[in-house]
């Protein structure tokens, strides 16, 4: 068997052996067998009449069954940074048990399938490129996929934290107008959860745990400073230092949040002027790349073409003498 063949079957038996592998471990999220503690499970919480709770169902998430029926194939999903990644996760609205072993499988499994998806490229190209450059790739494509969920994981944390910003003064203007009207701090949380389901999720689902962890027993202060520590956002923890401060001193809570709101508001104002001025130099990179190169041309080319018309007429009656 010549080389190109022997590469294209070595190819094609690497990609079918990645292709059962995970189709061996994606088979649990598709199981549609019968499982009598699922069913009794869920008729349990049928019966039940409020459907939420402080410990979410875990075992009923696809990524959940995953995990474990890639822990019972014997693969050891534990990491050594796991309270690093916890937190990270956790800023990026991951909060499940599974949620550092899930970040792990996929690290797994894109590690070794998007180096076999460059290889499926090559053999079905047909063009090889050299051993060290084919080297270079497959490293450079498995450095890819193990970076890629952390690539994700931060991109979503970032967008979370900005989303959390942007909404934070509205939600302070409502729990200002709630607390004058005559509303304890921790009947705020759940009033305004409420209020801002539709226009900022986020900040009512975050809302909605503090009054969880309120009712469940858990003190105001330990409650805050939970949400301070999902959020990682310094206006939050600014928000939970007042109001905390505010308890213990004895001061009005309404006349700090009357302050607050009012300088979160002109903080979102000045971010928003910030990103108006910035148009301009983000503007200047396309034009000086785009136009510029057509306006030399246009202011240039009537000044050529009438030089070399003028050089042409010159040798013209240079050689007629």
Same mark, same amino acid.
């Given at each position: 068997m010549s080389g190109p063949l022997l590469v294209n079957a070595l190819v094609m038996v690497m990609v079918f052996a990645a292709v059962v592998l995970v189709v061996l471990a994606l088979a649990p999220m598709f199981d549609r067998g019968l499982n009598i503690e699922a069913r009794l499970s869920g008729v349990q919480q049928a019966s039940t009449p409020t459907g939420s709770s402080l410990v979410a169902n875990d075992a009923s998430s696809r990524w959940a069954r995953l995990v474990n029926a890639a822990e019972q194939r014997g693969l050891s999903l534990t990491?050594?940074?796991?309270? &690093?990644?916890?937190?990270? /996760?956790? /800023? $990026?609205?991951?909060?499940?048990?599974? $949620?550092?072993? $899930?970040?792990?499988? =996929?690290?797994? &499994?894109?590690?070794? /399938?998007?180096?076999?998806?460059?290889?499926?490229?090559?053999?079905i190209g047909g063009s090889w490129p050299a051993p060290s450059t084919l080297y270079m790739v497959i490293i450079g494509s498995a450095v890819l996929g193990l970076y890629l969920p952390t690539i994700y994981i931060s991109s979503r944390a970032s967008n979370r934290r900005e989303e959390i910003l942007n909404g934070f003064p509205d939600t302070l203007d409502l729990m200002l107008v709630c607390v004058e009207a !005559?509303? !304890? %701090?921790? *009947? +705020?949380? +759940? #009033?305004?959860?409420?209020? %801002?389901?539709?226009?900022?999720?986020?900040? *009512?689902? @975050?809302?909605?745990?503090?009054? @969880?962890?309120?009712? =469940?027993?858990?003190?105001?202060?330990? =409650?805050?400073? +939970?949400? +301070? #520590?999902r959020t990682a956002v310094p206006e939050i923890s600014a928000f939970v230092t007042l109001i905390v401060q505010s308890d213990k001193l004895g001061a009005s809570i309404a006349t700090a949040l009357k302050i607050y709101a009012s300088e979160m508001r002109e903080a979102r104002r000045m971010r928003a002027e910030e990103r108006a001025h910035r148009i301009p130099v983000l503007l200047s990179v396309p034009l000086v790349c785009c136009l510029l190169p057509v306006m030399v041309a246009v202011l240039m080319l009537p000044a050529s073409i009438q030089m070399k018309n003028s050089m042409a007429e010159t040798k013209a009656n240079s050689v007629g003498k």
């Open positions: 990491d050594s940074k796991a309270d &690093i990644l916890q937190q990270k /996760l956790m /800023l $990026a609205g991951f909060e499940q048990k599974y $949620a550092v072993r $899930a970040l792990v499988l =996929a690290r797994a &499994i894109l590690t070794l /399938l998007v180096p076999m998806l460059v290889l499926a490229f090559f053999a !005559g509303l !304890g %701090i921790d *009947a +705020s949380f +759940s #009033r305004v959860g409420l209020e %801002i389901t539709q226009s900022h999720p986020l900040l *009512a689902d @975050l809302f909605a745990t503090v009054s @969880l962890e309120l009712r =469940a027993g858990r003190s105001r202060e330990q =409650a805050l400073r +939970s949400l +301070s #520590r």
